[in-house]
């Protein structure tokens, strides 16, 4: 498999785009922001699977991050990236070289997607999920693919992704892929290059505590789902977690939070080892 095109500006993407639509091929886009592992690397073979090309874009995007802190250790490393998505079969990669590419000086607006936003990441990271719309709808018009790829890792970012693209009837179908999970059932995500070891050794509690709850919780649909929350939490603080964000049962389709499990549900939390903060959700019923 050939080397992925690199492409470090707009034009550029738009070009090869053509290039590939001029021949009657359909295109699949799959938005990150570097540091792939596994859970990236589904959503390429998954776009490669449904579409006859596939681009990855990186571009860590400031305006979704809500500490300084977070942006500055934000993990890059841009030839191992290339170096995986070739073994993929990626087509093409958008990775523009600098900020200004995407928000060029004098840059003012903005896309934001209420009532989905107003909860879970985003009651906890202000901006948060402005940032993610802003690009997401910018990248989508640039490239305007056939289809985009979005893991369910990140579920509401998925559930506002896909809202904004039906409220703004940009031409992509939005394509959920699942979670993907290291053996000990941790959630991938680029964040865990973060943990150090002892963290590391914790950071797998989140995903069995949430599908043992969603278990729980699913048994008795007609049961108050509060004292299995308030379960789920007091076994993560005992469990080494330093700070909880939240456990929540939301609607799966529109994350309006359930008492009980009155219709199908997601699971939902993100809690802090040290600096790091780690997010993941189970389907439950
Ligand atoms: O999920 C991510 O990596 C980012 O939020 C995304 C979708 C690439 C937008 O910057």
Redesign the pocket.
């Given at each position: 498999m050939g080397s992925p095109e690199i492409l470090r500006d707009v034009a550029a993407l738009r070009r090869t785009v053509a290039g590939w639509r001029k021949d009657g091929e359909t295109v699949g886009l799959v938005?990150?922001?570097g540091a792939l592992h596994e859970g990236h690397l589904t959503l390429v073979r998954a776009a490669k699977a449904r579409c006859d090309r596939a681009i990855a874009?990186i571009?860590v995007?400031p305006k979704?991050f809500d500490r300084k802190e977070d942006l500055a250790s934000y993990p890059r490393s841009e030839a191992e990236d290339l170096r995986l998505l070739e073994s993929v079969g990626c087509d093409a990669l958008f990775a523009p070289l600098d900020v200004s590419v995407i928000y060029p000086p004098g840059f003012a607006s903005k896309v934001s997607v209420e009532g989905l936003t107003a909860c879970l990441d985003g009651l906890h990271r202000p901006g948060h999920f402005d940032?993610?719309t802003t690009?997401?709808s910018k990248l989508l018009l640039q490239a305007l693919p056939d289809l985009a790829f979005?893991?369910e890792k990140?579920f509401q970012?998925l559930t506002v992704?896909t809202r904004m693209a039906r409220d703004l009837d940009i031409p992509v179908e939005i394509a959920p892929v699942p979670t993907v999970r290291e053996p000990d059932g941790l959630a991938m995500s680029s964040r865990n290059r973060l943990l150090a070891p002892e963290q590391r050794a914790l950071a797998p509690l989140l995903a069995r505590v949430l599908h043992e709850t969603a278990e729980a919780i699913a048994v008795d649909p007609t049961a108050e789902a509060a004292p299995f929350l308030a379960q789920a939490r007091h076994r993560l603080g005992r469990g080494g977690f330093d700070k909880l964000d939240y456990v929540e049962l939301r609607a799966a389709d529109d994350l309006a939070e359930l008492a009980v499990l009155d219709r199908p549900g997601r699971l939902l939390a993100a809690a802090w080892l040290g600096r790091t903060r780690l997010i993941d959700n189970v389907p439950v019923g």
């Open positions: 938005p990150t922001m874009t571009f995007n979704q940032g993610v690009v997401v979005f893991g990140d970012q992704v």
